[in-house]
């Protein structure tokens, strides 16, 4: 079986993570993200994966390579300009089999993809959405279906006063007929799959497919922390969640710990966490990090080669590769730091302030209380 995974997007929303990687490959816990869809798929006896590309593809091929490390055949179509998500279907189409995934490549879930796809062969559908239920119905569109499943229609996002009888959302994952790329638009047009094609096919084979179990789209900081904090807590099935737990919650494998590590917790090789310095519960360390004497990290990831004064507080932040920041600092709820960013000691970052790659903080520059 065949997947065909978008990974087109700029990602504008996850920046400066995504200034200058690609979505795909920003690292979530341990690995590239793409990497848990990867083996996600590969689980459910899919084989080969069609990485739909425009942004940087170059480093996404570098990353990932032809797939071989996880059993899989990875193929690269690079769109020359974006085409959005029905555009980029479309332009596919030589790659596709008969019957083949959809995915939205930004999303974290153990969605039962197989029994998605024996929904689909029962129901002789053209096409099947799977759908996530959520809490809170006012930020999305909404699909309710009919008792046999079939699509009823795709509501927009619903006022505070309107009666909604679903709570079911689009969570970007679909079987298809290749048949329903005939009635697309041509290859080369931009359209959108979710606004310009699922209402048309409505009464014409489109079926829903209520999906359990985890469902993330860490396309911001905020859903970044959050998809990082629940594989720590092992909310969704992931390779790495199973190997903390049986570490009881913390590793710490190849690092050298003065301080304390509090789990949850993971700690790269090669990182030195100095005397009295407290590292979790909730924090991710790359490899090769380190953590000056008395400094506290908490709710918080740092990537790889991220160097940490003195006495400075993290939380709740997200902090990229090689990023270097001085004693005393405090980095607070919500910042997110570009990669290789060099904060000089007294200053303080907080409260959803993103600083981009390439960007030098002076001592004391940025204070907020005397
Ligand atoms: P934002 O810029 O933050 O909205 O993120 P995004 O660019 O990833 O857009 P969005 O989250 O809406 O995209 C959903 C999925 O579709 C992601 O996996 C994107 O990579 C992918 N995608 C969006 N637009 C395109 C496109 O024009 N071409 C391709 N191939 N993929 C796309």
Redesign the pocket.
């Known amino acids: 079986m065949q997947a065909l995974?978008?990974?087109?997007?700029?990602?504008?929303?996850?920046?400066p993570l995504?200034s200058l990687l690609?979505?795909?490959i920003v690292t979530l816990v341990d690995r590239p993200f793409l990497t848990y869809q990867l083996e996600w798929v590969k689980a459910h006896g899919i084989d080969e994966v069609i990485l739909?590309?425009?942004?940087l593809p170059d480093q996404l091929e570098a990353v990932l390579g032809d797939g071989s490390a996880l059993g899989l055949t990875l193929t690269y179509?690079v769109?020359p300009?974006?085409?959005?998500?029905g555009?980029?279907l479309k332009?596919?189409e030589p790659h596709l089999q008969d019957r083949f995934f959809m995915?939205?490549?930004?999303?974290l879930t153990d969605m039962d993809l197989s029994a998605q796809l024996a929904q689909h062969l029962r129901t002789g559908a053209r096409g099947t959405l799977a759908l996530h239920p959520v809490d809170d119905v006012s930020s999305y569109g909404l699909v309710p279906l009919y008792p046999d499943g079939s699509v009823r229609e795709f509501l927009e996002k619903p006022g505070p006063d309107d009666a909604v009888s679903t709570n079911l959302i689009n969570a970007?994952a679909y079987v298809f007929e290749k048949e329903i790329l005939d009635d697309l638009p041509a290859c080369g047009s931009?359209f959108s799959i979710e606004r310009d094609v699922f209402p048309r096919l409505v009464g014409n084979g489109l079926y829903g497919y209520e999906a359990s179990g985890y469902w993330m789209?860490i396309?911001?900081p905020k859903r970044y922390l959050e998809g990082t904090f629940d594989i720590l807590n092992a909310n969704v099935a992931t390779a790495i969640g199973r190997r903390l737990a049986a570490h009881g919650g913390c590793l710490t494998e190849g690092a050298t710990v003065e301080g304390r590590v509090v789990r949850p917790a993971i700690v790269g090789a090669g990182s030195h966490i100095g005397p009295e310095a407290i590292v979790g519960g909730l924090a991710v360390l790359g490899e090769n990090c380190r953590i000056g004497a008395g400094s506290h990290i908490t709710d918080s990831v740092l990537h790889d080669g991220v160097r940490i004064g003195a006495r400075t507080r993290i939380n709740g932040s997200i902090l990229a590769a090689d990023v270097t920041v001085g004693d005393n600092c405090l980095i607070s709820r919500g910042a997110v730091i570009g990669a290789g960013v060099q904060i000089g000691d007294d200053n303080e970052i907080v409260n959803g302030m993103r600083i981009f790659p390439g960007t030098e903080i002076p001592a004391g520059a940025i204070r907020f209380s005397s």
């Open positions: 995974i978008l990974v087109g997007g700029k990602g504008t929303r996850l920046r995504t690609p979505k795909p739909s590309c425009g942004f179509v769109e300009e974006p085409l959005g998500t555009g980029a332009y596919a995915l939205n490549g930004d999303t970007g931009h789209d396309g911001t």
